[in-house]
């Protein structure tokens, strides 16, 4: 016999949650059906027609959406009109007429949805309805004005909620159908109480308790008329009743049908038919919601409090009110478990514990004062056995709320750490490392008044790193890895601020820290963590790099140092995120290091260029060997620095073009990188104007068509070997390289020879294309052409436009616009029928 080992604690654990979760689904489900059979049973049947008697014909009518509007519509006239009575024409009758007025309006307009809910126009009692609690509300107005006018303002209108809430209650419970008095009474029922200690006392704490006994009120009605309400579920076809399946349990075995529910008779409680709006279920959101507010201002108003208090005694009473809400949070979390409840509750108990003992410390220490009390919560809430696990969850997730908040604190310190010192550096790069790290090399200034209260900030990421590394222990997920991982990185970035290191010191912290996240990268196990470990290393290398650019010899030392870094981590990284990143990185510093070198050497931008173009052509040349495509994009990038550098000077700039031609010319003798021998063609061509430009050519004819027929007799060559060729290819840069400079020259001859000759060549080159159906000579030519008959008409067009009226170029466009409008599609699939036209040329 196999004796079978019982489970563990925290499976049988997940299985006791699972039965009750099955438990919950079939409550909801009995209850959703016993609601549907009530309806049913309460609802009077229509008696079947006599044999040959059609039935009864349905007749259009309207909709009860548009019935309700016009009842609403109808109801806030009167209301204005007996509130236009009141306050205007109040003065025209004696006390008595005013008196007898309003109360017999009153009194009809309270009476009359009574005999209306018994005939059935629930709709039209519900209009008159509100216009009758609108009239007691006024009653309650003229009785101050006659009988109370000496009386304390604040202390009447609170007598007077109290009055019209009861009165209210009263109706809605007289008249359950309807649906606006018991919502309305418990509206004015929040009013009592903190009016009442308003007149009473002048300062601010009564009214707090006076909102927490409000929301103390709420709470029990709440979960009480909460709990009387059906789960919700999804609707059905009206005259189907609700399905009683249960859910399948665990392990595949379907579930059977369960008997249905004993019904109970009309009068039982909760006989609204589901779908219907129930004002008992609207009582109990509106007293859940309500007592969320009173309750949330008065934690808030009390934690305001707290912390103005000077002193741990001025602090307790506020404390004690927070404490008296985190209690009455956590009955009700207790009384039906909710997160949101729980989470409340530890607020609370954690702004009671915070506030009284924050006037004892100093102000830089508030925050971290409140991240231990939120950190000891979810520790002893796991001590005690008592509490659901939905309440130790909202715990923890006030816990984590008061964490996230403690993290905030600190962004403006990382802000300052991360952008704004290394940005003020390439401002007054090499004039000499500061004495501290808090100096901003720019002016001189200290960043003393922003790190007066935080000098802590390092102590609260480094404990909420520790705190979340501890939750991924005990729950393993991504995102805490990825938190835990950008708190600690954060944490060591703030220490040479908040304790204002030596310079070096910090920049040499920055370093490790780089170092730190670049191993955890290669090396973490969690791919989420790996990737967050990444890009923090991106970002804290690019800042150490512009931090470095306060001394030329931290300079050197940070860019060497970093280049070595992100070339071990792309050597010994297995993950292909990993190891293009940190390629991209390495030309990225070998860039930067070049052109630190060009600049220490004293060399001038134009020769500084040349010696950053040995990053692309070495590049080129790992690219052999290591193939990288992310590498070879940065390397692609990284040339356009010195052409950057060398654009000041053409002929330095003929000079480059030529070398990253050359560089590109050897990438395309790779079978797999051909098509960068286009690239290669056009950096030719653009040395060649270059050098044109920087001569002072007036004539670049001379220069560009014995090198185009060359060209061009090489594209001839290549296309009787290969017919397949693509004519851009073959004669694209021998064209190119006549046309276009003889173009931007003819723009800026003034003479008509030059326009007229180019003209004359493109119109030849056109044909030719369309001839031979060549795409290249077609479309270079016929945009050569268009270009220089705009050139030459360009004068006479504006004559024109200048003698026309003013309105009837925009008459003209609007008239174009429109035909195309009105063309659209046609015009669509001749765009397409052309763009195939020129895709099946060569």
Known sequence: MTNVPPPPPAEELRRLDQELLRLDARRAQLLHRRAWLLHLLATPAAPPPAPGVPGPVATTQPGPSAQNVLLALGGVLLAVAALAFTLIGWGQLGIAGRSAALGLVT??????????????????????????????????????????????GTAYTAAASAV????????????????????????????????????????????????????????????????????????????????????????????????????????????????????????????????????????????SLSSLAGSPADAAPSCALLLA?????????????????????????????????????????????????????????????????????GLALSSAAVTSGAVLTTLPALTLTLLSGPLSRPAAPWRGLPAGFRAVPAGGDAWDLPWQAMSTAPLILLASAAALALFHRRRPRPASAVGAVLLAAGALLLVPVALDLPYAAGLALFVVVTAAALASAV?????????????????????????????????????????????????????????SVSAVACVVHATALACASGAALGLPARHTALLALAVPALVALLAVRVRSVPMEIAGAVSALVPLVLAAGHLPTLSLVLALCGAVAAGTAVREERRAVGWAAGGL?????????????????????VPASVLALAVGVLRRRRDPRASSWLAYGPGLS?????????????????????????????????????????????????????????????????????RWLPPALAGMLLLAVGATYEQRLREARRLRERIGRLT
């Open 107 to 152: 009194a009809a307009a309270l009476a009359v949805p009574a005999l209306l809910v018994r005939r059935g126009l629930v709709a039209t009692a519900e209009a008159v309805a509100v216009l009758g609690l609108v009239l007691t509300t006024l009653d309650v107005y003229a009785l101050r004005q006659v009988a109370f006018a000496d009386a304390d």
């Open 164 to 303: 019209l809430a009861l009165v209210w209650g009263g109706y809605g419970v007289f008249l359950p159908r309807l649906r606006t008095p018991l919502p309305a009474a418990l509206l004015v029922a929040q009013l009592p109480l903190p009016l009442w200690a308003l007149s009473q006392s002048a300062t601010a704490l009564p009214v707090l308790w006076a909102l927490l006994a409000t929301a103390a009120l709420n709470t029990p009605l709440a979960l009480r008329h909460l709990s009387r309400s059906p789960a919700p579920s999804a609707p059905s076809r009206p005259g189907t009743p609700p399905s009683p399946q249960t859910p399948a349990p665990a392990g595949g075995t379907p579930a059977h049908p369960a008997p249905e529910a004993p019904s109970a008779g009309p009068g039982t409680a909760g006989s609204a038919p589901v779908g219907v709006p129930r004002p008992v279920g609207a009582v109990g959101v509106l007293a859940a919601g309500l007592a969320w507010v009173t309750g949330a201002a008065a934690l808030l108003g009390a934690l």
């Open 325 to 393: 809400g985190g209690v009455l949070a956590l009955a009700a979390s207790l009384r039906r478990p909710q997160a949101a409840s729980a989470v409340a509750a530890g607020l609370a108990a954690v702004a009671a514990a915070g506030g009284l003992l924050r006037p004892a410390l100093p102000l830089a220490w508030t925050a971290p004062l409140y991240l231990a009390c939120a950190l000891a919560l979810p520790a002893v809430a796991a001590r005690s056995v008592r509490l659901p696990r939905p309440v130790r969850h």
């Open 523 to 579: 090396f973490s196990s969690s791919a989420a963590a790996s990737h967050a470990a990444l890009a923090t290393g991106a970002v804290v290398s690019v800042a150490s790099a512009l931090l470095a650019l306060a001394g030329r010899g931290a300079t050197f030392a940070a860019l060497g140092a970093l280049l070595l870094l992100w070339l071990a981590t792309a050597l010994r990284a297995t993950a292909p995120a990993v190891r």
């Open 684 to 704: 030719f061509v653009a040395a060649t104007w270059s050098r044109l430009a920087a001569s002072e050519i007036a004539a670049p004819e001379a220069y560009t």
């Open 737 to 805: 390289m006549t046309l276009v400079p003889s173009l931007v020259a003819a723009w800026a001859d003034a003479h008509w020879q030059r326009p007229l000759l180019l003209g004359v060549a493109a119109l030849v080159v056109t044909l030719l294309g369309a001839r031979y159906r060549l795409g290249a000579p077609l479309l270079l030519g016929a945009v050569v052409l268009s270009l220089v008959s705009l050139h030459e008409l360009a004068p006479y067009a504006v004559q024109v436009v200048g003698v026309l009226p």
